[in-house]
């Protein structure tokens, strides 16, 4: 993507993220005024040199998580292009066959959401309503997510030279403000994904309830209703432990900030006796104690590791890089692994989706019997269930960035900028080791808040793409088609939805494939490049065996 359609795209960030500590460290100090009119200009060079940067290309984690993570993101696109088209045209499908002859719900029966159990046509509307509501309130609440996460990556880059470039007296002005922003932006885009989580949970308990009533005379239908009902509680039940488990990291971040001061001293004692050049891994070593673990582990959504993005580098083929490279090049052979069968499991739920679209052409309008309608409306319930569980996940995903934001801002305003005063009552200057412990904390953290934030964006983006292109005027069409008036009519509405249908479906599948092929490309190119290194390092080795047994000889 460019940076016009990404904001995230950024050469400055990159370059920070590459540099190392000591590097950052030995940026130049800028007056405020110099530093405010470069602010203003946008000017963001960086005397960095080429060769440092190269030299670290092969352990390179911003080369190498993407690769990783990348099959994981494919499958919520492929997932959202198959499920939110589809719920839309199946509901459609069963508003268009009910528009024959209504007839009542079962009348001894609790119901709780269901406002006209006297009509299965107006129980329908109400579904399709509560679906628009659902859909729509998504198709925004990604529009003001996008905008949000657009103005994170300036902000953050400000903070990021405020830390490595302005004056103490420019961080107390400015880097709270700055981080306040940040914090708002994640705030309100968890506020609204919650909320368009809540309507899509909304819409799955009045869906359940109008199936638990219009399955009770079948059992093939009541049973693949209780299935859903059942999938559906422990979507239910995983939202629970996933609040629990941020509440937990919220009060581990908590713990974590109010030990800082004693993890500073400890630190600071500690290298005391320990050269410069190894301040930073130290440093690093408290930032990672900062984190709680749970949002290190591999089922954590966005599936990313806790390791910094400034990894050990190696400038020579030692035992030690020769293992790092091995370990890298397993990760991209696994993660080719599990592209390829997200592929495959998606090549299946398309021929799945086109079994039932092939159902609906072949649908006799005089024979058809409410179990084989209510079947229909089953397949949009289960479409639906995959659009909840999307958003449960983005949920999780922004709570957990907003809390890191959360986090962030107290370091810097208690910690820091604490440390910044005590030092100036005393009339010294910042001490270096202090210097280095906070900028290693904040460059990291803001580093982990902008991976985050661009994953959001990806996702919001994307959302929007298909929701634009599939899914708006699809659903705000389901309200007339009760009113079709004849079969022919609905004959030709229950065509033109199946050839909508597969055409999404054919899309879906050729996209996938292409990306897929891509995909494998850049891993395998990526695999050589580890390979060719560890064949380097042997011969290396063989070489150096050969030089020494010579040297005996001698």
Avoid at 39 to 50: K, Q
Avoid at 334 to 347: D, G, H, L, R
């Amino acid at each position: 993507m460019s940076p016009e359609s990404d904001p995230f795209v950024d050469s400055y960030m990159k370059t920070i993220s590459r540099m190392s500590t000591k590097e950052i460290m030995n940026l130049p100090k800028l007056s405020d005024v110099e530093f405010l009119d470069q602010l203003e200009r946008g000017y963001d060079f960086i005397p960095v040199s080429t060769k440092s940067l190269n030299s670290i290309n092969l352990f390179d984690s911003t080369i190498d998580e993407p690769i990783e993570y990348q099959p994981d993101l494919e499958n919520e696109w492929e997932d959202l292009m198959d499920a939110g088209p589809a719920s839309i045209n199946l509901l459609g499908s069963v508003m268009a066959i009910a528009s024959r002859k209504d007839f009542p719900l079962k009348t001894d029966f609790n119901y709780t959401l269901v406002k006209y159990p006297e009509s299965f046509q107006a129980t329908l509307m109400q579904v399709s309503h509560d679906m628009y509501r659902a859909l729509y309130g998504a198709h925004t609440s990604m529009e003001s997510i996008q905008v949000s996460m657009r103005q994170i990556p300036t902000l953050l880059k400000t903070a990021i030279k405020l830390i490595t470039q302005a004056s103490t007296v420019l961080n107390k002005a400015l880097l709270p403000r700055t981080l306040a922003s940040i914090g708002r932006y994640a705030n309100e885009s968890a506020a609204v994904a919650r909320a368009s989580l809540e309507r899509f949970e909304y819409l799955q308990v009045l869906l359940h309830e109008v199936l638990e009533v219009t399955t009770l005379t079948n059992s093939d239908n009541k049973e693949t209703a209780e299935k859903l009902a059942a999938e559906a509680e422990d979507i239910r039940k995983e939202k629970k432990e996933m609040d629990n488990v941020i509440a937990d990291i919220t009060a581990q971040y908590e713990t974590a900030r109010k030990n800082l001061e004693k993890t500073r001293q400890d630190y600071h004692n500690a290298m005391k006796n320990v050269p410069g050049d190894g301040w930073d891994s130290h440093a690093w070593n408290v930032y990672a104690s900062q984190r709680p673990a749970e949002t290190c582990k591999r089922n954590w959504y966005g599936r990313r590791r806790c390791r910094s993005l400034r990894d050990q580098q190696f400038a020579d083929y030692s035992a030690e890089a020769q293992q790092k490279a091995q370990q890298a090049l397993n990760i991209l052979k696994e993660a080719e692994k599990n592209s390829k069968n997200i592929y495959n499991q998606q090549m299946n739920k398309q021929n799945e989706l086109e079994s039932v679209i092939n159902n609906l052409t072949t649908i006799n309008l005089h024979e058809l019997s409410i179990n084989e309608t209510i079947k229909i409306l089953l397949d949009a319930t289960k479409n639906i269930a995959l659009l909840q569980g999307q958003w449960s996940r983005l949920s999780r995903f922004f709570s957990t960035l907003t809390i890191n934001t959360e986090h962030t801002q107290k370091v810097i305003l208690q910690d820091f900028l604490g440390v910044i005063s005590d030092a100036e009552l005393i009339g010294k200057p910042l001490d270096p080791i202090d210097e280095t412990l906070f900028l290693v904390l904040l460059v990291e953290s803001v580093t982990d808040i902008d991976r985050d934030s661009h994953l959001l964006f990806l996702m919001a983006k994307t959302y929007s793409d298909v929701s634009n292109a599939y899914m708006i005027e699809q659903i705000a069409e389901l309200s007339g088609v009760l009113s079709l008036q004849n079969d022919d009519d609905r004959e030709t509405y229950l065509k033109e939805v199946a050839n909508k249908s597969r055409k999404i479906s054919m899309q879906v599948k050729d996209l996938a494939t292409d990306r897929q092929r891509e995909y494998e490309l850049v891993n395998f190119s990526r695999q050589e490049q580890y390979m060719k290194y560890i064949e380097e390092g042997m011969l290396q080795e063989e070489l150096n065996i050969l030089s020494n047994i010579e040297i005996g000889r001698r």
